[in-house]
């Protein structure tokens, strides 16, 4: 399949499956107000490590205009995708197929592929940072930095470019070695469903606007005075994915 359309909106939370062709509507009841890192797992769990899937999380069941999408390999879909599912209670779509996808010129490519080898052997390499390990998209011929970071408590995701950085900023001014924080910040983004460039400017703009004393703890209910913190990326990314109050 090169996309798959979804018409129409279910009366309750589904997610579709679909393998080799046949679609199913399941209940995903008990996936609903779950992070998308979550839902990929129990879905897995349910159905066999060999379903891809991608999900939205609370961001897009409650229609956050920057809900995103995550899928296998932390691969992510911007745009308003996560809301656009969500609008649709649809929480999840697995796929599965037993074939394979069979080039039409397979000597062709073969040749290109040796050709693009080739380029490559002169090309400088990039290093993964501390507590990293390359993990390059399926199929990509790039030695690009993206990489899999493994969190001193064992979680695991994909930690690279903008992402990485998107609470960078302020954590270190507040942390020694704030690499954990950093990487928590970007999963709590991914399993909420948030756009990671839409919250570095939220957090930008919030930092100016308590020093210029226009926001406070109080009317925000947001730990203002502690920007930097893993106390308050937790509660913006909460209140903004589940809409509560000033993160509404």
């Known amino acids: 399949f090169d996309g798959l359309v979804v018409q129409g909106k279910a009366d309750k939370p589904v997610y579709l499956l679909v393998q080799d062709g046949e679609i199913t509507i399941k209940d995903a009841s008990n996936l609903w107000g779950k992070g ?43 745009g308003s995708l996560g809301a656009v599912m969500g609008s649709k209670h649809l929480k999840a779509i697995g796929v599965r197929g037993s074939g394979s996808v069979k080039a039409a010129r397979p000597q062709q490519l073969q040749e290109l592929l040796d ?22 998209c399926y199929g990509c011929t790039a030695e690009c930095n993206r990489s899999i970071y493994e969190a001193t408590d064992g979680r695991r995701g994909k930690f690279m470019c903008q992402s990485s950085n998107v609470y960078s900023e302020w954590t270190k001014k507040y942390y020694d070695q704030p690499d954990d924080v950093r990487f928590y910040a970007t999963r709590l983004c991914d399993d909420y469903g948030l756009n990671t460039k839409s919250i570095v400017s939220i957090i930008a703009w919030l930092q100016r606007c308590y020093q210029a004393g226009v926001l406070t703890d109080k009317n925000t209910n947001l730990p203002l005075n502690k920007i930097g913190s893993l106390e308050f990326i937790q509660a ?4 903004i994915a589940r809409r509560e109050g000033f993160g509404d």
């Open 236 to 239: 913006l990314t909460g209140s």
């Open 115 to 136: 050709y693009v080898v080739k380029l490559k052997k002169d090309a400088p390499q990039t290093d993964s940072s501390g507590g990293s390990e390359k993990d390059h």
């Open 36 to 78: 998308s890192v979550q839902v990929r797992e129990i879905l897995k769990g349910e159905q066999g490590n060999s379903l891809k899937v991608v999900a939205t999380g609370p961001a897009g069941e409650n229609l956050v205009p920057m809900a995103t999408l995550l899928a296998d390999n932390d691969s992510s879909g911007s």
